[in-house]
């Protein structure tokens, strides 16, 4: 198993920013632009409809105005243990990987305070929400002894390739709701961010003249970034008649702030070191639209729906940040989630489903690759860095009136195409994207992309108090 990662750059025959990488362009998306969506067991067993719902203060990672149904105090802690498995294809081969990590998933809790007064207003209520998920993710390629590159002194061919992160991502929010008749709710919340992660981008090469293997880091890598962000949420729910509630909410681009550690190579002045750089980046705007069916005290539904309405944008400094709002300006489709799930009471007992759909973020992108047979072709994918994902759901729980304990179940799945291997030595610092070990360059035009399949398999527990 490689040990390290190495990343990209450029992706498109059309688009080449030599001074980007892959791991750049697929974090901006799936760490920094997404939301952290790991509520209690409850939350989880119906995929994170709760937009019309409320009730708790999961409501904060949805719609703040759930804030005010609550009629009485809550706290929760959820323990989370969460599998991510990898498969990677190439050449012919296959290389699995899997990983689980057990964390603290989410603590809530909210305050209920009741108005004594004859106007319209029922409760003012004060909620807080931590959640926290991991982005542990490593995936290997495997090689192939067609594809042959040519060193200084020997031939060696490609024996594989591994991407690989490490990091949590958490986000901690404080709200208000307010409940007017038990008609209309309002709530307003703000978000704090923060991720961590440590990213590598290694290639695999073997001899040919006596079969030993070198690894090599990507330029720029391995990095590690220390970021943090904030954004501010603002929701109502109103209740069309006993039975049915419709919702929204608009959630404002997270504002982050990336610090960057990160090692280079060959440097013409200072030669191998380590290299420091701070980022701003503007995540898209969201709004959510919900509606939910209460038939009695005993089942429940809510469908949302999430729209990105803008792209992700950096605050330019250099050409390298230019490079990167080009790519989303002309490769980024505004994302989307449907989330559906239901809940159904038996006596003390809690029964829930849910399943959810995220759409692709990116448009179809074409690179010029080099196939396991060492031919090179260009070709078109609309699957590539990241795809559409599926998540199906399901929990139980029991009441005890003061205390409560709920489980729950996540199985989400994705299917994506993985480039790898293509970096230029161009002699340049600035534009140099080139792979070295202790003693040798490698250098290729193209990349090469394997299939990769990830599954998750979620576990959730939560205790809670109501009082």
Same mark, same amino acid.
Not at 6 to 33: E, G, K
Not at 126 to 132: D, H, Q, R
Not at 236 to 257: C, H, Q
Not at 350 to 378: K, M
């Given at each position: 198993?490689?040990?390290?990662?190495?990343?990209?750059?450029?992706?498109?025959?059309? #688009? %080449? $920013?030599?001074?980007?990488?892959?791991?750049?362009?697929?974090?901006?998306?799936?760490?920094?632009?997404?939301? *952290?969506?790991?509520?209690?067991?409850?939350?989880?067993?119906?995929?994170?409809?709760?937009?019309?719902?409320?009730?708790?203060?999961?409501?904060?990672?949805?719609?703040?105005?759930?804030?005010?149904?609550?009629? &009485?105090?809550?706290?929760?802690?959820?323990?989370?243990?969460?599998?991510?498995?990898?498969?990677?294809?190439?050449?012919?081969?296959?290389?699995?990987?899997?990983?689980?990590?057990?964390?603290?998933?989410?603590?809530?809790?909210?305050?209920?305070?009741?108005?004594?007064?004859?106007?319209?207003?029922?409760?003012?209520? !004060?909620?807080?929400? @931590? &959640?926290?998920?991991?982005?542990?993710?490593?995936?290997?390629?495997?090689?192939?002894?067609?594809?042959?590159?040519?060193?200084?002194?020997?031939?060696?061919?490609?024996?594989? =390739?591994?991407?690989?992160?490490?990091?949590?991502?958490?986000?901690?929010?404080?709200?208000?709701?307010?409940?007017?008749? =038990?008609?209309?709710?309002?709530?307003?919340?703000?978000?704090?961010?923060? $991720?961590? !992660?440590?990213?590598?981008?290694?290639?695999?090469?073997?001899?040919?003249?006596?079969?030993?293997?070198?690894?090599?880091? /990507?330029?720029?890598?391995?990095?590690?970034? /220390?970021?943090?962000?904030?954004?501010?949420?603002?929701?109502? !729910?109103?209740?069309?008649?006993?039975?049915?509630?419709?919702?929204?909410?608009?959630?404002?681009?997270? @504002?982050?702030?990336?610090?960057?550690?990160?090692?280079?190579?060959?440097? *013409?002045?200072?030669?191998?070191?380590?290299?420091?750089?701070?980022?701003?980046?503007?995540?898209?705007?969201?709004?959510?639209?919900?509606?939910?069916?209460?038939?009695?005290?005993? #089942?429940?539904?809510?469908?949302?729906?999430?729209?990105?309405?803008?792209?992700?944008?950096?605050?330019?400094?250099?050409? $390298?940040?230019?490079?990167?709002?080009?790519?989303?300006?002309?490769?980024?489709?505004?994302?989307?989630?449907?989330?559906?799930?239901?809940?159904?009471?038996?006596?003390?007992? /809690?029964?829930?489903?849910?399943?959810?759909?995220?759409?692709?973020? @990116?448009?179809?992108?074409?690179?010029?690759?080099?196939?396991?047979?060492?031919?090179?072709?260009? /070709?078109?994918?609309?699957?590539?860095?990241?795809?559409?994902?599926?998540?199906?759901?399901?929990?139980?729980?029991?009441?005890?009136?003061?205390?409560?304990?709920?489980?729950?179940?996540?199985?989400?799945?994705?299917?994506?195409?993985?480039?790898?291997?293509?970096?230029?030595?161009?002699?340049?610092?600035?534009?140099?994207?080139?792979?070295?070990?202790?003693?040798? !360059?490698?250098?290729?035009?193209?990349?090469?992309?394997?299939?990769?399949?990830?599954?998750?398999?979620?576990?959730?527990?939560? #205790?809670?108090?109501? %009082?």
């Amino acid at each position: 198993m490689l040990k390290k990662s190495l990343v990209l750059m450029s992706i498109s025959a059309a #688009f %080449f $920013a030599q001074a980007q990488d892959v791991s750049i362009l697929r974090n901006t998306v799936d760490v920094y632009s997404s939301t *952290p969506m790991v509520g209690s067991s409850k939350f989880n067993a119906m995929a994170g409809a709760n937009g019309a719902l409320g009730g708790d203060a999961n409501s904060l990672l949805t719609n703040p105005a759930g804030l005010g149904v609550a009629i &009485s105090g809550e706290v929760s802690g959820t323990l989370s243990i969460a599998g991510n498995k990898n498969k990677s294809t190439w050449a012919g081969s296959t290389i699995d990987y899997s990983k689980t990590n057990t964390d603290l998933g989410n603590v809530g809790g909210v305050i209920a305070f009741p108005l004594m007064s004859e106007s319209g207003w029922k409760f003012i209520n !004060i909620g807080i929400n @931590f &959640s926290n998920q991991s982005l542990d993710n490593y995936v290997e390629s495997p090689g192939s002894d067609n594809v042959i590159k040519d060193f200084t002194d020997k031939s060696a061919s490609l024996s594989g =390739h591994a991407y690989n992160r490490y990091g949590n991502l958490s986000k901690t929010s404080f709200g208000v709701g307010a409940n007017y008749n =038990h008609t209309l709710y309002l709530g307003a919340g703000i978000n704090f961010f923060n $991720a961590s !992660i440590d990213q590598y981008d290694t290639a695999a090469f073997k001899s040919l003249s006596n079969g030993s293997l070198e690894y090599f880091d /990507r330029q720029n890598t391995p990095m590690f970034e /220390r970021s943090s962000g904030f954004s501010a949420t603002v929701g109502v !729910i109103g209740k069309l008649s006993p039975n049915f509630r419709i919702g929204g909410a608009i959630e404002t681009p997270t @504002f982050w702030r990336i610090d960057r550690d990160y090692n280079f190579y060959n440097d *013409p002045d200072y030669g191998d070191g380590t290299g420091t750089e701070s980022r701003d980046l503007t995540t898209p705007l969201k709004a959510t639209v919900s509606a939910a069916f209460v038939a009695s005290k005993n #089942f429940s539904l809510n469908v949302d729906y999430t729209l990105g309405l803008t792209r992700p944008k950096y605050k330019v400094v250099t050409g $390298a940040e230019s490079e990167l709002n080009s790519f989303f300006k002309d490769n980024y489709k505004n994302t989307s989630e449907v989330r559906i799930g239901a809940e159904y009471r038996v006596s003390q007992f /809690r029964l829930r489903g849910g399943y959810s759909y995220v759409s692709n973020p @990116f448009d179809a992108v074409t690179v010029s690759q080099v196939n396991p047979d060492a031919s090179t072709s260009d /070709r078109s994918y609309n699957d590539m860095m990241l795809n559409n994902r599926n998540l199906a759901s399901f929990g139980i729980g029991y009441d005890f009136k003061a205390f409560y304990v709920d489980a729950s179940y996540q199985y989400v799945t994705s299917k994506y195409s993985n480039p790898f291997l293509r970096g230029i030595n161009t002699g340049d610092p600035a534009t140099d994207t080139a792979y070295y070990s202790e003693n040798r !360059i490698m250098s290729s035009d193209y990349f090469a992309v394997s299939e990769v399949k990830n599954n998750r398999n979620n576990f959730f527990i939560t #205790f809670g108090w109501k %009082f």
